[in-house]
């Protein structure tokens, strides 16, 4: 099977949410997938309900649990980069058909690494791997190398009347 590059963008509510749902279908048809998640750490409810899957998808999280405001602290860039070479070590493999960067935009957005690593994880990607980034912000470089992009627009979220994240649903 032909595998391609998938990049989930935009200012809307649920890009890893997409992500998810395609990591479970392929799990559901025995393909192995492997989700990286940068930025996020913690017990979020996506983690316990793919633990039930472990046989099939793995989820490793490279964040450090805080929001990235300005320029990153030492130890995000560190995480991030382990997150990098975790990858690499991943597409080299040859056991995972799905590959998730979830949040990977918005690393390279908020400076964690350079669109430059991005770009060669999208190089060195086997054919038979389906390649998935998610987050906000997608550059020009990653839409134009892409072969599917869906960009969530937010048209209208309870978030903006204070409705905080909620387990099950947001978290």
Do not use: W
């Amino acid at each position: 099977m032909k595998g391609y590059i998938q990049v989930y963008t935009g200012d809307g509510k649920g890009k890893t949410t997409a992500a998810l749902g395609l990591a479970l279908r392929a799990a559901g048809a025995g393909l192995r997938v492997y989700m990286a998640q940068f930025l996020k750490k913690g017990d979020y409810s996506e983690i316990q309900a793919l633990e039930r899957f472990s046989d099939r998808i793995t989820v490793e999280q490279f964040g450090l649990g805080h929001f990235v405001k300005g320029k990153p602290a030492a130890e995000d860039i560190a995480a991030a980069q382990k997150g990098l070479k975790r990858i690499m070590d991943i597409l080299a493999g040859g056991r995972h058909q799905v590959v998730i960067l979830d949040e990977g935009n918005v690393a390279v957005a908020c400076g964690l690494f350079a669109e430059k690593a991005l770009m060669e994880i999208i190089d060195r990607k086997p054919d038979d791997v389906e390649l998935i980034i998610t987050g906000r912000g997608a550059s020009p470089q990653v839409i134009e190398r892409a072969d599917l992009v869906s960009e969530v627009r937010a048209v209208k979220h309870y978030y903006t009347s204070g409705v905080r994240a909620r387990v099950g649903i947001e978290k």
